[in-house]
């Protein structure tokens, strides 16, 4: 492990010829590998086969990993601009191309109800399945594998990393992870073998059949619950809400853990019937003990004409969900805001504090309430 984390730093140092040119840039705490890279010429041999298509003829085929289905001709590429159709085989051009990596504490992904205080490694590729206008990692996310520079790393030396770092967890952020699912799949596998736990952030747009392989082997899984229209999905992310609603409810029928986000963009999905909507359709669906986080919008992409969410929109869509039964609700983006805490809904006790990102006391014991012994649903140890 030490020789495998002395051969990443040094990576890191621009110890090699292929990454001498690499600027590290830090965007919003994500490590950014920069410049593109000159188009690739990889043979299929040194690219892996995609997972979860069908071969079609003509030399065409359909990737049936998302939503979208994609039909896709020979030297061509899906939506995505990551999955690529070679002599009548999809290959993935992201595998083993990591273009973000770094080392960050569990509540910024955020999972409040994960081992509070605990830090991360977080690995993501370029691409997404979505184009979402208010992206904050759009760099990453809206690119291809030849527009963003990337570091070598085989599913072993992620793990040995991790180990090396002595870090509690591997993590699968920032751009949308479906889009590199045999890279994440093959580091999960192989940490789930070796003792360690995996973490996945994602949009949810993927399809059950991957999703619910992929869950064998993730301890906790964060979805981003975008908006609760048809018509906000459409326009601000060219994606689609019911196969997001499909996910959210495999990950808790597969009993994963599982937390959602919902971005609050003023004007774009902050009518509070929809919120209300939203918190009644997962109390019905989900239960009334998955943690919800309404997050702070700030400018970001192509939404930088807005305002961030007033404080008190996002106050107010949390009345609304503790009121429809919602027992953990949480505001984030607002530092020192009371909501980052977690309170017991049965006696109303502090029971982990937070400032920012940062754990500032933790009274659980044993994933349970100190005053008055309420079980707390999430992975405590």
């Known amino acids: 492990m030490v020789e495998a984390r002395s051969r990443w730093k040094s990576r890191l140092r621009l110890g090699t010829e292929l990454l001498a040119l690499i600027a590290f840039i830090a965007v919003g705490g994500t490590v950014i590998l920069s410049h593109p890279l000159p188009p690739g010429s990889a043979s299929e041999e040194t690219l892996t086969e995609a997972r979860y298509y069908t071969k079609l003829d003509n030399k065409q085929v359909q990737c049936r990993l998302c939503p979208r289905q994609c039909l896709i001709g020979d030297g061509r590429r899906g939506t995505c601009g ?19 990596l770094n080392i960050g504490p569990i509540e910024k992904l955020p999972l409040y109800h994960v081992q509070p205080g605990s830090l991360r490694l977080n690995l993501a590729t370029a691409g997404c399945n979505l184009s979402c206008r208010n992206c904050q990692n759009w760099q990453l996310s809206q690119r291809t594998p030849e527009e963003v520079k990337s570091l070598d790393l085989s ?40 003792g360690y736990k995996t973490l996945l952030n994602t949009n949810g747009f993927i399809n059950p059949e991957p999703l619910k392989a992929l869950l064998q082997y993730i301890d906790a899984v964060n979805i981003d619950l975008k908006g609760f229209t048809p018509e906000f999905y459409e ?15 495999l990950v808790k029928e597969e009993g994963v853990h599982l937390e959602i986000v919902n971005l609050v963009i003023p004007s774009l999905n902050d009518d509070m019937e929809k919120v ?5 359709w997962i109390k019905e669906n989900l239960g009334t003990d998955v943690p919800l986080h309404f997050s702070r919008f700030f400018p970001a992409y192509r939404l930088t004409k ?10 107010e869509a949390r009345r609304i969900a503790l009121e429809m039964g919602l027992k953990y609700v949480y505001i984030g983006n607002v530092s020192g ?24 006391e933790n009274n659980l014991q044993q994933g349970r309430c100190p005053f008055c012994g309420y079980q707390i649903p999430g992975i405590w140890e």
Do not use: Q, W
């Not at 990551?82 to 973000?100: D, F, H, M, P, V």
């Not at 209300?276 to 009644?280: A, D, G, Q």
């Open 82 to 100: 990551i999955r690529e159709n070679r002599n009548g085989k999809l290959y993935t051009l992201s595998y083993g191309k990591a273009c973000a």
């Open 155 to 194: 599913p072993e030396e992620v793990v040995n990393n991790a180990l090396a770092d002595r870090v509690s967890f591997i993590s699968f952020t920032y751009t949308e992870p479906t889009i590199f699912y045999e890279y994440m799949f093959d580091i999960s596998k192989l940490a789930k073998s070796a």
């Open 235 to 249: 326009e601000n992310c060219s994606g689609e809400l019911e196969p997001v609603l499909g996910s959210l409810k």
């Open 276 to 280: 209300k909507e939203m918190c009644l």
């Open 306 to 315: 807005l305002s961030p969410t007033p404080v008190e929109t996002l106050e």
């Open 337 to 360: 805001h009371p909501a980052n805490n977690t309170f017991c809904p049965r006696c109303g006790e502090k029971l982990v504090g937070r400032i920012g990102l940062a754990v500032t």
